[in-house]
């Protein structure tokens, strides 16, 4: 069905959009007037909302309504900010229905809308209504209509009245008043959780490998990075796959920080939220815009999708040595900011790196149970791969070697993740309590100012950190990692001061400073 109008009408209703994670409100204005059929989009809208005219079209008439076959204009505003993605196609129908008096005026007011149409006037899911309903939230607004699809990630946000629908029908006659929907309960996350089947691998399964499993511990502990290096087999991959286990687990604000942007890249599961710590492991193929982020629509890469998680770089020398020094800004500040030409995107990006590599090309180089085959010049040509700057960033250097056939077949049973959770935990509930008043919560994020309150050293410690210092020619920041994680072992350790047995233990987890320095 088509409807002629002799006479204007205008209608406003409201949307939201993103820049980033972070949502802004967008006004869709609608003016029907006489003259020839045309559509007129304007607006600073992309190419997936220029061709939504063509599909809010076609939804109206197979929604058993009318279309008007008059001259229509629609804006986004404000115009200067950039509208993408095809979530304006519900605000836009509504728009124009309710500029033909098909909907109340009065009935749309202060109620922010959001959906992709199909052809058949369905309602489908669109990416990042999470971040739009926090940011809208914050503005005010407390009525959403959005599709039923998104359901369960728009359930965990508090104090909004929202109403999920299936099809463009269906949202005409709520909004007309002619069928009730039911607001959208909230959803306890503590339950969910609970309700979880973890898949992590626990360490029981990993055979010896005591030394890596400790340092892995301490990294656990106070968020700190490490580089496993050794022989291929030694089973550095599956350490860094039991590493998820131990990290202490993930509180609802995390969670919503994680959730936040996997929403925007639309990598959400069923459950509509991130009920674990990602675990994030790009091929070394991967892109420098892949890792950090970006294309045209500038959008969240790898080390922002392991937010409150773990990065792990498998054969970090395989991977593009520009690629891979992108990972510098990040590791020191907790964010990546992404600038295109058409915009510039701040996206969180506080991970724990786990990075793994073989010693040089053949991988035995240092083993004392396999013969290198490399000569020096391949040796240092491999390892010159991974610059000084980016080694200094990585708090626990561990050497991994591969482990015996009476090891690999021992009876006794390893420790379990549980065991070693329950002893993270309780450092990262001594550290939450030290950083209470401050942004931080753990040790590797301490500021230099925050390092010198808490690190505070005797004169014994002094002096091991001023032989470390000069004996493997140490960075002013690798010096202020040793420091850091010998504040996390004193914590595993249960105690109040940092002692030199704490010092001398950070200290053997710097010696690839000196021993891999090219």
Do not use: W
Request: proline residues 4%.
């Amino acid at each position: 069905m088509s409807l002629k109008l002799g006479f204007k009408m205008l209608s406003k209703v409201l949307s939201y959009g993103l820049i980033g994670i972070e949502g802004f409100g967008v006004q869709v204005e609608v003016d029907i007037t006489g003259g020839l059929p045309s559509v007129d989009l304007v607006g600073l809208a992309d190419t997936a909302i220029k061709e939504s005219k063509e599909r809010v079209r076609s939804a109206i008439k197979n929604s058993g309504l009318d279309y008007p076959i008059n001259k229509i204009t629609i804006n986004l505003a404000p115009a200067d900010k950039k509208k993408e993605g095809p979530l304006y196609d519900l605000p836009i129908a509504i728009a124009i229905l309710s500029a033909c008096n098909q909907i109340p005026i009065e009935n749309v007011k202060d109620t922010i809308f959001l959906g992709e149409l199909s052809l058949d006037g369905s309602v489908k899911r669109v990416n990042g209504v999470l971040p739009i309903l926090i940011a809208a939230r914050k503005e005010g607004f407390r009525k959403f209509i959005i599709p039923k699809s998104n359901a369960n990630e728009a359930s965990f946000i508090s104090g909004l009245d929202i109403f999920c629908v299936e099809n463009l029908k269906e949202a005409k006659e709520f909004l007309c008043g002619e069928n009730e929907i039911s607001k959208l309960q909230v959803s306890d996350y503590e339950t969910l959780k609970e309700q979880n089947n973890s898949q992590v691998v626990d360490f029981k399964l990993v055979k010896g490998q005591k030394s890596a499993k400790r340092a892995l511990e301490i990294a656990a502990a106070g968020g700190h990075n490490v580089i496993m290096i050794g022989p291929p087999g030694s089973g550095k991959t599956l350490l860094a796959k039991c590493f998820s286990s131990i990290l202490p687990d993930m509180t609802f604000e995390e969670a919503l920080e994680v959730t936040k942007i996997h929403s925007v890249a639309g990598q959400l599961s069923s459950a509509g939220i991130v009920l674990e710590r990602p675990f994030r492991s790009p091929h070394h193929t991967t892109t420098k815009i892949a890792l950090t982020g970006g294309n045209k629509n500038a959008t969240p890469g790898e080390i922002s999708l392991a937010h409150n998680g773990v990065l792990f770089l498998d054969e970090l020398p395989e991977y593009d040595r520009h690629t891979i020094e992108t990972l510098r800004q990040p590791l020191e500040d907790g964010v990546i900011t992404v600038a295109r030409a058409q915009m510039s995107v701040t996206y969180p990006a506080s991970f724990t790196l786990i990075a793994s590599m073989n010693p040089c090309p053949c991988g035995n180089y240092g083993s004392s149970k396999q013969e290198c085959r490399c000569s020096p010049a391949q040796i240092h040509k491999y390892l010159s791969k991974l610059s000084g700057p980016l080694m200094d960033r990585i708090d626990l250097h561990v050497e991994v070697d591969s482990i015996s056939f009476d090891e690999l077949n021992a009876k006794q049973e390893e420790e379990c993740s549980a065991e070693i959770k329950a002893r993270v935990n309780k450092a990262r509930k001594v550290q939450l309590e030290r950083f209470k008043n401050s942004k931080n919560f753990c040790n590797s994020k301490m500021s230099v100012a925050s390092c010198k309150k808490h690190c505070k050293l005797d004169e014994e410690c002094n002096e091991l950190m001023r032989m470390a210092f000069e004996n493997l020619h140490l960075s002013a920041r690798a010096h202020d990692k040793i420091l850091k994680v010998a504040r996390t072992i004193a914590d595993l350790d249960g105690c109040d001061n940092i002692e030199p047995q704490h010092i001398a233990e950070a200290i053997q987890y710097r010696s690839l400073d000196d021993k891999y320095k090219v």
